[in-house]
């Protein structure tokens, strides 16, 4: 079910990309982000990993000036905890943002596959961050709440915080 999830909703996401016939990269509608977060497991990610940080990369278009689509990476690293050895995620999803105005707040959300690193018997699954922060031209500070729908029933659930900062393309 997670995968016909995931599926679903990359197709979804690939015909609102594929709607855009005439796509013109600016410094204006299209940018880098780039930055840290830092977050607190919870649910069964508490009972092995005490604290999370992880750098967050993402590559993305406005379509109009309030909705921005694109596709984000990075690593979240988490710092295990009574004898179990650190571990990791790195996702590969698509995102959705939609900005109220110029500057101020913004809700977003990833949709994609969370690979699991220095994890046995464990190679990953759906992975979903909704987000919600506040924006301006250069800076993003967000909260958000990070899930990896893993295989073996292990939900690799996290709450934090997080800041990029915006390279513009030229």
């Not at 995931?6 to 015909?15: C, D, M, P, R, T």
């Not at 994609?112 to 990953?124: A, Q, S």
């Amino acid at each position: 079910m997670k995968k016909v999830i995931l599926i679903a909703g990359l197709f979804g996401f690939s015909q609102l990309f594929a709607q855009q016939t005439d796509i013109d990269i600016t410094p204006d509608n299209s940018w880098l982000k780039a930055g840290i977060t830092a977050g607190v497991p919870v649910g069964d990610a508490n009972d092995i990993a005490s604290f999370n940080v992880g750098l967050d990369l993402r590559g993305q278009y406005l379509v109009n000036p309030n909705f921005g689509i694109g596709i984000a990476s990075g690593y979240s690293h988490f710092f295990g905890k009574d004898g179990v050895d650190d571990f990791g995620v790195i996702p590969a999803a698509a995102f959705v943002r939609y900005y109220f105005t110029p500057k101020g707040l913004f809700f977003g959300a990833d949709l994609g596959y969370g690979f699991l690193t220095n994890v046995d018997n464990n190679e990953g699954g759906l992975y979903v961050n909704p987000q919600i922060g506040y924006h301006n031209r250069d800076w993003n500070l967000y909260a958000f709440y990070q899930n990896t729908f893993a295989d073996n029933d292990f939900d690799l659930q996290t709450v934090g915080v997080g800041v990029t900062y915006n390279i513009r393309f030229n």
